[in-house]
């Protein structure tokens, strides 16, 4: 079973930039679908920026233009890099893995949490 681990969250103020890790206990990224959800208080959780296997990124627009998602092979861990944040980015992030060719699996983190100050 993959596992997966965050890290990076933290406290920071409105403008300011955070970069999150997932790292996976094994390599996957060739055949799991890789993604960054949130999910704030009181709100249902939602996907933030997902990359393909082939690594084609892709954003909700609430984000785009201010976070990068990338992956590093060597290193079997995937990144969101954020920038200008704003206190609406506020939520736990958390990492996501989906393998879609028989049999499913999809695998969650743990969650890191991500405070945005104005």
């Known amino acids: 079973q993959v596992q997966l681990v965050e890290s990076g969250g933290g406290l920071v103020q409105t403008g300011g930039s955070l970069r999150l890790s997932c790292a996976a206990s094994?390599?996957?990224?060739?055949?799991?679908?890789m993604g960054w959800y949130r999910q704030a208080p009181g709100k249902q959780r939602e996907l933030v920026a997902q990359?393909?296997?082939?690594?084609?990124?892709n954003y909700v627009n609430s984000v785009k233009g201010r976070f990068t998602i990338s992956r590093d092979y060597a290193k079997n861990t995937m990144y969101l890099q954020m920038n200008s944040l704003k206190p609406e980015d506020t939520a736990v992030y958390y990492c996501?893995?989906?393998?879609?060719?028989?049999?499913?699996?999809?695998?969650w983190g743990q969650g890191t949490l991500v405070t945005v100050s104005s």
């Open positions: 996501n893995a989906v393998k879609y060719d028989p049999p499913y699996v999809e695998v």
């Open positions: 990359i393909t296997r082939g690594g084609i990124p």
């Open positions: 094994r390599s996957i990224f060739s055949i799991y679908v």
